[in-house]
């Protein structure tokens, strides 16, 4: 006679518990002698003046909910420090639109001689331009070699599989944003290297197959590098790419908060749940 299957319970789905506040962020209680809520000192009256401000935002927005939400989420054991380069990736974009706005108060995009001259002005003439000029060069390299290393953590640790694989296709539209930016920069300081060195990238692009004609032919503005070829670089290098590398940063943060993050492989997950355990037939 054959036996019956074991009964299984049907799935249902577990309510997770919220995640719990931090003990430092909790009020401490009150020293002894005082009530609660009264506060005494300037300092303590300015503390109080703070939480009150937030308070008020907080109770006609509820956003504290989504900052506990994006903040104080569980990590997976094995947690380490190569879960970091997607945030110092993201630091280096900050760093870059930081630097690359006091830039921009002095940049011209002017080929008849204006934006060199601005550069060489911004490096010799204004307060901290070399250094801030200096940051923005630098950081974009920091930032190029972050991202692939971010990429290669990623990778090495199947984080682009199910159901991370959107995740990933984000990723790599970052990516090429990320070489955009740096490819779009380099014609900026309009010098004979910058000229001649997107006229080479330009002219790569061209090669490319079915869309590469009407590509480059959008980079130059026309068939041939003309007066409006440098705005239209520097529309895109500040404008058009940071504004989508920063969407898409939002929508891959709210798929990394959503998802959570992948384990180490070299990690098994423990089960504690039984019942959902596949029973042997
Ligand atoms: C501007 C570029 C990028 C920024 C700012 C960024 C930021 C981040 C951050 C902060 C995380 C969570 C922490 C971490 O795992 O490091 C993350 C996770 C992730 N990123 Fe990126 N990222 C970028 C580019 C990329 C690229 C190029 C790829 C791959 C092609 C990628 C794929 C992923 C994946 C699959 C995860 C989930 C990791 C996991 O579940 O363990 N990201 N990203």
Known sequence: MSKAPPHRPRSRK??????PI??????PPP????????????????????????????????????????????????TNWFYTLGSATMFAFLSQAVTGVFLAMYYRPDAAGGA????????TSVF????????HRWGATVMVVLVFLHMARTFV???????????????VVLLILTMVMGFTGYLLPFDERSYWATIVGVNINGTGPIIGPYLSDFLRGGPEFNATTLPRFYA?????????IAALIGAHLYLVTKLGTTAPPWLKAKVDTPELVEEAV
């Open 22 to 27: 931090p003990p430092k962020l909790l009020p």
């Open 14 to 19: 577990l309510p997770l518990p919220l995640p």
């Open 236 to 244: 895109i290098h500040m404008l058009v790419v940071p504004g989508l």
């Open 157 to 171: 640790f199947g984080a682009y599989k199910y159901p991370r694989e959107l995740n990933w296709v984000i990723g």
């Open 116 to 123: 060199y001259e601005s550069i060489r002005y911004i490096s």
């Open 31 to 78: 020293p002894p002698g005082t009530q609660r809520g009264r506060p005494h000192t300037p300092l303590e009256h300015a503390a109080e003046g703070g939480k009150s401000a937030v308070d008020w935002v907080d109770e006609r927005t509820s956003l504290s909910g989504a900052a506990r939400w994006l903040m104080f989420r569980k990590v997976p054991k094995g």
């Open 128 to 135: 901290l331009g070399n250094f801030v000029r200096g940051m």
